[in-house]
């Protein structure tokens, strides 16, 4: 089967799944409004693909066919590198939005080969091969696959099965012969109202007592009891003028919902294995921060040539203050960048023979990426100035009346155009001080895990021992 | 004459002043879907003077009339104290965001006193005399005023004078008998699409060359050839659920144009006194971040409050992490709220007797506040949750399909009304990832002056002299 | 009696008292090379009342009698403002570094009076008359008196009667008829080698099982089973040219035994009310971090100073991150101060009725001094320059060969005197960057509660309730 | 030549020498109770290369003879990740000090040999000649070689020729048919008390009229007219067991002068060719920021190690604050590790074929290190408690008397031996709290390059047009 074209993908969605947006059932996501939105900027993967400038780059040849490339199963560091290079290249055609139809399905998939790899070495068998066909699947039919992973979990303070609601974590309310009925819900599924597919897994390590809850699936997106809540977080109808980005940029959020869904055995992952829930939430997150960081660098390097850019047409260039903003937004992605590309070349294998980037430096470098975010936001806005919120409309720059006066009083420094001024302005208007600068804001501090998940994984996977024992050296107490 | 009323404050402004909004021409401000909020917002400042909980605060009688608060000038650190007091009550009311009709008013009457007084010290009393009148003319009429400061500037590094197009800066273009006639534009001017009058200041210091620039004034806001184009920012159709804040309150932005206006002498407050432009844009600047400090506390009482409520409804109160973080925020409310007072308490006196908060006080308040503001935003967010941005719409949870799904799935923890997190979600979306958020964070490093200018004034205010001498003492150099 | 003048505090100092300095029992502290240096600086405080320019603040009438004004009871803002400046003054003369005899002494002192009240209130009317008789006796006397708080605490997860050593924590022994019998030891007893009197207080709050731990007195410094072991830390014979600081002041730090100190009724003021233990050891943190951001102000004075001096001398004061850093090291300063005195002023009145400054605000200075000295640090060191662990030694700039190359080339710019360049950078370098430096790292990170017990207190004092109100109402959720 | 030995290291010393310390002339720097310990320090780099267990790490073979790494010119990636290894190890056994006789030596001959071949490009090929000769000289000797590189600089705000005296950069003051004669002065010049060699370069670019001035050359340390002023920083007669570092590791600075020293031709390496003094100050600064690197990171794994051995001593390693700073402390050093490595990998060749490390990485990477230097001390003290400065001598802890009082007391948790407590404590104090914490932080902001000149690199590595392109691209003004 050869890779899907754009139109072929969009074409491909029109299958009666069961989405909700704003109350009213959706009948034809690329159709909608607000949806449709979503499913051009999803066909950005499918595009890419297609496209000679970056086909050498989205396509691999495995076995005499082309393949996309997130589906090339990484076992080198260059894998890793190179995937890391796609992801970002697809976010920068995405306008610093990652596209994700494809990354963060392939992300669980890895992690399903490696985990399911560990259970038949412990006698499961069929995990592996479940996986394995399913996966040949998505790949050859170049599939779009989402992933559903955050429960909504209830009482934090509680474990699945102490709920007052069982239902607070997917789980398992019937196993049947041919496979198990599950019932529940999962917030913050990203794309899924775009995608052929999707991937279910535990968010986190279960006890003894949830073994209803360690479950592991995948299910077609039209699959009867799938019900996808559309968030409308951000829809409105925008003028491109002064939203750039969001006005034609989106990814939907949905509540998803399993209302007693079977699944078939050959598409279940998990059921009931306990110890194995916590390595599989674990292994998907070290790729999909790996892949996280890699779809942050477009934004981050926006925000240094956005920042860079207004400041000169601004004329505050050569300003001591201008220049430390601009050197910090500067160093923030070098070094994002230079730690995100380390942890693929300091990757390890893990059985079947899976590159896995560096956990630690994976995290060091989301951590990085997370906790500055909203400083550098601060530094952009400062570059940009007021008029970042209270610039004209672009009617008013268009009108015979007003578009003089705009075009006059709003020119900053000789030879900067009015309108590219406002253009640049409304750029980052819309890229920090927007619902979509929101929506980035809250996506480095949630996204792909917490800030606090992340420093948790930074403590457990930086080995401590060796610099102990050198302070104790040092101290005399070897 | 008594206080206006609400009623009466809308009705005023029926006056075919000519604002432009998305190109065109607006007839009504009060009436406009986009504008009414607005005005709705700025009469908040009048329904406080006529709400008996807060009459007190709000009104003052002086020689045996009632005026508005905001009129009394302050003359000790109490009047400064319950003038904040005022403005944070009012800005409270405005849902965290300031009401601004007369607090910025005064501010700069407030500085063209006290510079009207040091020009007539050096001989020219006209000044005073006129802002005199001026002021009683307000205070009894109790009217709204806006201020223009900020002109459009061309390129920064240059002088007025010096610009490619001599009116990147607000100038004087001709004076005649009878008075002056007055071409530019300002940026930036907030609330004067709904305010009587409005008062336009120098920007910043000028040199010998630059006299034309040297020009300060006021005008009744519906003044032949003053044009008022309003910014769309953040004005669209907002759902109040979602938008419990930006739905009902909002300030208009305008660029503000004069084109050849007439302003008779009686209105004019500088009009070449050079060394009196930078000490006017000064002062003005001494009592407005002040007032900025002051109406900043309930935003930062809302972030503390905000996240300590979702906290706990998401179950997570008593986690390390959460404490740390909602101790951040309270010791930044504390701080700020803290140093604004003592702001107060450490006023001086100013001829003809105003008293003028501490300058180094409260520019070390307002850069506390500015430079935290986004790290704050962050904390929010991160006690907050992904749902800010992936949450349903309300009318998913009112369907009678999903509405029971999304009670079901997203109460958190028991005894949690789902209704009640989804507005408590929305209202903290609303505040720091919605259009409404970035415009405070915009504010937050741009209003009354910006990072750089609060640490400058710093420098300028902090006396070295003291500390340096105990240096040289211990150094033994003294 | 009449106040003390320095030279009776010395003498009185020379009474047997169990010291041991390096492992050798010191026979007379005062003549003593390295703890006699405490014994000059601790004089600082009895020289101030000396001091015709200091009498007004160091010392007040009371019912017709002159006393030392630490020992005056604060009943209003204005007591509690004097006090601070009369500790920040007296710090000042010292170099930065506190005298603290009297300091510790009275904080100890207000807390037994607040707490003995409320004991007394509840029918344990003894401790009261106990603590306002030795208040009296140390007021009366002019006494200097050293506070041990801090157990050596043994495992810290564990509280004081499930230690495996049960003298973890002091504890009474023996309660006789006359008196009680004291086992424990105390840390980080600062200036005990050199005060007359020791009250002992306990370190936390306690549990109904620790009544042998809920245990207060006081001592006489030369009571028998009562031994210092004093830290030899940055104890070496220094050059004043070079130390110009550390070489002259010092304060001393023991660990303090208690090995079955008979302590006679009089001189107990708790003894097994385990519910007063904890609100004993809160009141007089209140006080002493009070104390203690008062004595900090003079060391951030001293790094402005020292930071803009060196700054000038190195013709470096007009660069933009020059101005940036002495901007910050202002702010510091600043704010830190306004806090204080802002927390003298906000104070509350407890019976029987002495005024407590405000506690919250206390913290939050205290939090704003600890968490950002290292960074004041590195400014002041950046601003320094190298030479700072690099200069050459007095002896070579005295030298008849090295001398003229010493001034000839480590004179910076013209019209700066090598010598005065040199002894600036050793007062930084003595600051900041020797074992004296080090000390003041971590007395501002440990001294009168560490980092954490700051953030604690805050978040305890910080009244959640308004702001979580508000943030209801906002969302419609009042 | 062989290798040498430490024993011949020391011998070789022994050469008349002029140096100065406290005044006096040194007459053998290997005997001298301060300077001995430098020179038992820098042995470490000749033990290496003696030691089995380093000795693949610490010699090559070229040419089928062996040299020391340090003078292998690198080629590779894999050589500049094996000579950073090599420092790191070297620093780790000089107990977190560099060593530095070979380190930076090499530095300065690499970026000779860089800008001599640029030189011989353009014509002067002597150069190009002269230092490949004294680089074969110094490798097949096995050469301990220092770098003069900080001038005087007299008035900061002038250049060289500016100044009034014209001795305040190091400069050629005769020109001879045999070579040339220099004057000036140069500090912090490290480690030169005890090398065989000094190599001297511009501090600075230098302008067409600063001829004199763009000077680099060699000398042997016993030249005449070279005298040594050594800084008396930090050298008292210090207890092992209280400073477990600094007793037994040093580092001399000191204030070079040359006095019209005589230099050959064939030790000349620049002389008067000012547009190459740029590049070669630069080129310099580029190997030895990447060396400054590679020797923090012992220093950084040493904070780590001592914060969790002492966290875990004091029995608080669970705490979540404590957790909080090992995490923050495991993340820096994990963070500059990462990015010298990545600055190895993206190295660039230069003509005569050597590589290069990333200057971007590299000064991303030092600016990590040094801004959070002083923080991440804080976090050290603070998981240490005020023992730091507060504990007992070991005199006390081996005395009859206060021994069992010190072991009983100070023990901690069960199990932890007070012996093995204290020095683990005194290592810290030692490492953060003494003159050597005071050093290491000031060489944190100074060394190598101050923040600014990290900043400043940063700023002119980082190519901003592809994000600039980027950002006019989104917004639609490509």
């Known amino acids: ?89 697809s976010t920068r055609e995405g306008a610093t939005l990652v596209v994700l139809i494809k990354e963060i399905g392939t992300d669980a998939l890895f992690a399903l080969h490696i985990v399911s790899e560990a259970l038949a070495a412990r006698g499961a068998a069929q995990y592996r091969d479940r996986v394995r066909a399913y996966y040949e699947r998505c790949r050859d039919a170049d599939l779009a696959v989402a992933v559903a992973q955050t429960d909504v979990k ?22 049947r012969a041919d496979g198990i009925v599950v019932r529940g819900a999962k917030v913050h599924t990203s794309v899924v109202t775009n995608t052929h597919e999707l991937i279910v897994l535990p968010t986190r390590a279960m006890r003894a007592e949830d073994g209803a809850y360690a479950v592991a699936f995948a299910v077609p997106v039209d699959t009867r009891g799938v019900t996808l809540i559309a968030s409308p977080f951000g829809a409105f109808d925008k003028e491109p003028f002064e939203h750039p980005i969001s006005a034609r940029h989106k990814m939907m959020e949905t509540l998803t919902v399993f ?77 994002v960048g230079a730690l995100i590309r380390q942890a693929a070349l300091e990757c390890t294998l ?19 990426f997370a906790s500055q975010y909203h ?7 400062d570059l940009a100035g007021g008029l970042l919120v209270t610039a004209p409309a672009v009617e008013d720059l268009r009108s015979e009346v007003t578009g003089p006066l705009v075009a006059k009083y709003l020119g900053a420094k000789a030879g900067v155009q009015t309108e590219e ?58």
Chains 1, 2, 3, 4 share one sequence.
């Open 375 to 381: 400083q550098a936001v601060q530094m952009v806005q």
């Open 421 to 478: 001024r406002l253009r640049l302005l409304n750029l980052i208007s819309d890229l920090t001080a927007s619902d979509f600068g929101g929506y980035q804001e809250v996506l480095a501090v949630h996204a792909e895990g917490s800030l606090e998940a992340e420093k948790l994984q930074t403590y457990r996977e930086y080995d401590f021992r060796g610099p102990v024992a050198y302070a104790r050296r040092l101290a005399g107490i070897g």
């Open 259 to 335: 209302d007693d869904v079977f699944v078939p055995w050959e598409r279940v992952f998990l059921a009931g294995e306990t110890e194995a829930a916590g390595p599989l939430a674990l292994t998907f997150v070290k790729y999909h921060r790996f892949t996280a960081v890699s779809y942050k660098l477009p934004l981050l390097e926006l925000l240094v040539g956005a920042g860079r850019a207004i400041a000169e047409m601004n004329g505050i260039e050569a300003a001591g203050h201008v220049r430390e903003k601009l050197t910090r937004l500067a160093s923030y992605h070098t070094a």
């Open 154 to 175: 209830g009482d934090r303070s509680l474990g699945p099965s102490a709920q007052a609601d069982p239902d607070a974590y997917v789980r398992i309310v019937e196993r």
């Open 1 to 89: 089967m050869p890779l899907k074209t754009p139109a072929q993908y969009k074409q491909s969605l029109k299958d009666g799944r069961t989405v909700y947006f704003r109350g009213a059932r959706v009948d034809d996501v690329v159709a909608h409004p607000v949806l449709g939105i979503a499913v051009e900027h999803a066909a950005i993967d499918y595009a890419l693909a297609d496209d000679p400038r970056h086909r050498a780059l989205a396509v691999v040849e495995e076995n005499g066919r082309e393949i996309s490339r997130y589906y090339h199963l990484p076992r080198t560091s260059e894998d890793l590198l190179r995937r890391s290079e796609l992801i970002a290249t």
């Open 350 to 368: 893990a059985p079947p023979g899976l590159a896995v980037p560096s956990p630690l430096l994976t995290n060091v470098a989301k951590f990085q």
